[in-house]
């Protein structure tokens, strides 16, 4: 039997989980329907239900929907209850697991397919919004020399920096900072605020880039965003958008709806918008 699976969000339109999940399912012989469900704002427990009621063997959750999920869930993985949000759930009978893969897809698009460890390195993350919150674990987990969380309301960085020194389990300094804190060059520095969805460039001094730095901006799909340019204007070579982020969260969905991960590349080369 064919089992049934969708991404939920308003708007829906513009989502690329069922070309990624149905191209996942045929390089790995998975007999799987992948649709896009559009819920009104409210409405989000109602049309989780009835796909549930018709079959639904799991979901991933986008914009603005990622707190109902985590709301809705019966059993959330500590990923999820790290990041106070779901990106993916998986129904079983009356249980629904929650988890968010956005940090641990992101950690693996920059170490594996970017060949960028993070180990001894200083990284410096912008935006302390969900995508941020999420991360923390999985960045810190790669033992980086110190991870500096910067954000425009500086109350949400230093409430970051305080969930991040609660959690973590090793001694990797964390800072949360205001723009006209941040001091020294960074051998990573992660655009996670929505300004590349505007078209705006974070108040950001360009000297914050290392000669040899990883500029990324999870943003992905806008080609070379205001962010990407003061980098590249900074003298930065090495410059990449969230597209491998994005699919390698996918992967991690449908390996743990499926027992198998499928490779991403061809994936990843289909959905890149060069950064011109
Ligand atoms: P949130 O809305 O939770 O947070 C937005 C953050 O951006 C806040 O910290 C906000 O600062 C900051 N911000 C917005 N505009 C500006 C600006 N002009 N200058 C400086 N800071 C700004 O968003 P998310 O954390 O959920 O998502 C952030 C980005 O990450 C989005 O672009 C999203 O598309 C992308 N993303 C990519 C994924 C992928 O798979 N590639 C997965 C998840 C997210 P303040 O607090 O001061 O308002």
Same mark, same amino acid.
């Given at each position: 039997?064919?089992?049934?699976?969708?991404?939920?969000?308003?708007?829906?339109?513009?989502?690329?989980?069922?070309?990624?999940?149905?191209?996942?399912?045929?390089?790995?012989?998975?007999?799987?329907? =992948?649709?896009?469900?559009?819920?009104?704002?409210?409405?989000?427990?109602?049309?989780?239900?009835?796909?549930?009621? %018709?079959?639904?063997?799991?979901?991933?959750? @986008?914009?603005?929907?990622?707190?109902?999920?985590?709301? =809705?869930?019966?059993?959330?993985?500590?990923?999820?209850?790290?990041?106070?949000?779901?990106?993916?759930?998986?129904?079983?009978?009356?249980?629904?697991?929650?988890?968010?893969?956005?940090?641990?897809?992101?950690? %693996?698009?920059?170490?594996?397919?970017?060949?960028?460890?993070?180990? &001894?390195?200083?990284? !410096?993350?912008?935006?302390?919004?969900?995508?941020?919150?999420?991360?923390?674990?999985?960045?810190?987990?790669?033992?980086?020399?110190?991870?500096?969380?910067?954000?425009?309301?500086?109350?949400?960085?230093?409430?970051?920096?305080? !969930?991040?020194?609660?959690?973590? @389990?090793?001694?990797?300094?964390?800072?949360?900072?205001? =723009?006209?804190?941040?001091? &020294?060059?960074?051998?990573?520095?992660?655009?996670?605020?929505?300004?590349?969805?505007?078209?705006? !460039?974070?108040? !950001?001094?360009?000297?914050?880039?290392?000669?040899?730095?990883?500029?990324?901006?999870?943003? =992905?799909?806008?080609?070379?965003?205001?962010?990407?340019?003061?980098?590249?204007?900074?003298?930065?070579?090495?410059?990449?958008? &969230?597209? &491998?982020?994005?699919?390698?969260?996918?992967?991690?969905?449908?390996?743990?709806?499926?027992?198998?991960?499928?490779?991403?590349?061809?994936?990843?080369?289909?959905? @890149?918008?060069?950064?011109?």
């Amino acid at each position: 039997m064919t089992d049934s699976y969708a991404v939920i969000g308003n708007p829906i339109e513009q989502s690329k989980s069922p070309f990624i999940h149905i191209a996942f399912a045929q390089v790995t012989g998975q007999d799987i329907h =992948y649709t896009k469900l559009l819920a009104p704002v409210g409405g989000f427990a109602g049309e989780v239900d009835a796909f549930r009621a %018709r079959g639904g063997r799991g979901m991933n959750v @986008t914009a603005p929907f990622k707190l109902d999920a985590f709301a =809705y869930a019966t059993d959330q993985a500590p990923s999820a209850q790290m990041a106070g949000a779901v990106n993916a759930m998986k129904f079983e009978g009356d249980k629904v697991y929650a988890e968010n893969f956005d940090g641990v897809g992101l950690v %693996r698009d920059l170490v594996h397919n970017l060949a960028c460890p993070l180990k &001894g390195r200083r990284v !410096l993350i912008l935006g302390a919004g969900g995508a941020t919150r999420g991360a923390l674990l999985p960045l810190l987990a790669e033992q980086p020399a110190e991870l500096v969380i910067v954000n425009r309301t500086v109350a949400k960085a230093q409430a970051l920096e305080a !969930l991040a020194l609660q959690h973590q @389990t090793g001694l990797v300094p964390v800072q949360g900072l205001g =723009y006209d804190a941040v001091q &020294g060059a960074f051998d990573v520095v992660l655009n996670a605020t929505s300004s590349s969805l505007k078209a705006e !460039l974070p108040p !950001l001094n360009p000297s914050v880039f290392a000669p040899d730095c990883l500029a990324y901006d999870l943003t =992905y799909g806008k080609g070379l965003t205001p962010f990407l340019q003061l980098a590249q204007r900074a003298g930065v070579t090495r410059l990449a958008d &969230g597209v &491998g982020m994005l699919a390698e969260q996918a992967a991690e969905a449908f390996a743990w709806w499926r027992g198998v991960r499928p490779d991403t590349a061809a994936v990843i080369a289909q959905l @890149t918008v060069p950064l011109v």
